[in-house]
């Protein structure tokens, strides 16, 4: 049984978060779906709430942690907020998707929940789209994903992740063995990074779907991608609109994904 419930905090309670979330579940559900989003609940509201998804000897706080589904968009929560996070996945919550999109981690808070990723074992997805991430931000992730497990679908889009960052993820890709869907859309790979994820997904056997829309890349890289597209023969999906795409490599692609 999964409960889907948006949970709206007062501005006067914003400092007592987990109640409002716990109190939806009950001794005998074993999945919550949490949506607390647009909430401005801030790093304090935060921290709040990643204490509750700590497991620990509490009666309600079992329940919390019960919780699989965490929806944080628009919380304002900065680095501080992704530091009580971290804590939390670090711990052994047993979240399975994330979503932060929109937070303003910037690369501080990337680094944070990037450690916190190569001790989870339980998170599958993550957003951490529109966070300023930036090339650094990104690199951490990518040196995440080649320790974790776990994670099968990442959003990253518009975090100015740029050529730097781009490479990075793409190394992490050659000895990953889980992540099935990457979204980098919005993001300027620059020309090494589009080359670098060429290559990555010449050895790649995990990751089926690709979104690089509005990346930046130019004819040659695009013909580079098509390339590793008819060898290939998990990537299922991927988008390269918004890069003034040829209706030949448009055709081609479409030739080798059907």
Not at 48 to 60: E, M, R, S, T
Not at 236 to 248: A, C, D, T
Request: proline share 2%.
């Amino acid at each position: 049984m999964v409960l889907y419930t948006p949970v709206s905090v007062p501005a006067s309670s914003r400092n007592r978060t987990p109640p409002f979330i716990c109190s939806l579940a009950t001794a005998s559900l074993a999945r919550l779906r949490a949506f607390a989003a647009g909430n401005s609940l801030g790093d304090e509201g935060c921290r709040a709430v990643a204490d509750a998804l700590a497991p620990n000897g509490d009666n309600v706080n079992r329940q919390c942690a019960s919780v699989t589904c965490l929806d944080l968009t628009h919380n304002g929560l900065g680095a501080k907020g992704a530091h009580a996070l971290a804590h939390a996945l670090a711990a052994g919550s047993s979240l399975r998707s994330l979503d932060l999109y929109g937070n303003a981690l910037g690369a501080e808070g990337a680094e944070i929940i990037a450690m916190a990723l190569s001790a989870n074992s339980t998170l599958t997805h993550l957003d951490l789209s529109w966070n300023a991430l930036g090339a650094h931000g990104a690199a951490a992730i990518g040196v995440a994903l080649k320790t974790t497990t776990a994670l099968v679908s990442l959003h990253l889009r518009r975090n100015d992740i740029a050529e730097e960052g781009a490479e990075a993820l793409a190394r992490a890709l050659r000895s990953n063995e889980t992540l099935a869907r990457l979204d980098l859309q919005g993001n300027e790979l620059g020309e090494d990074g589009a080359i670098a994820f060429a290559r990555a997904l010449r050895v790649n056997m995990s990751l089926t779907s690709l979104n690089l829309f509005c990346t930046e890349i130019d004819a040659f890289r695009r013909k580079l991608l098509v390339d590793v597209v008819s060898v290939n023969a998990i990537l299922s999906s991927l988008r390269l609109h918004g890069n003034e795409i040829p209706v030949e490599i448009k055709n081609e692609i479409k030739k080798h994904l059907l």
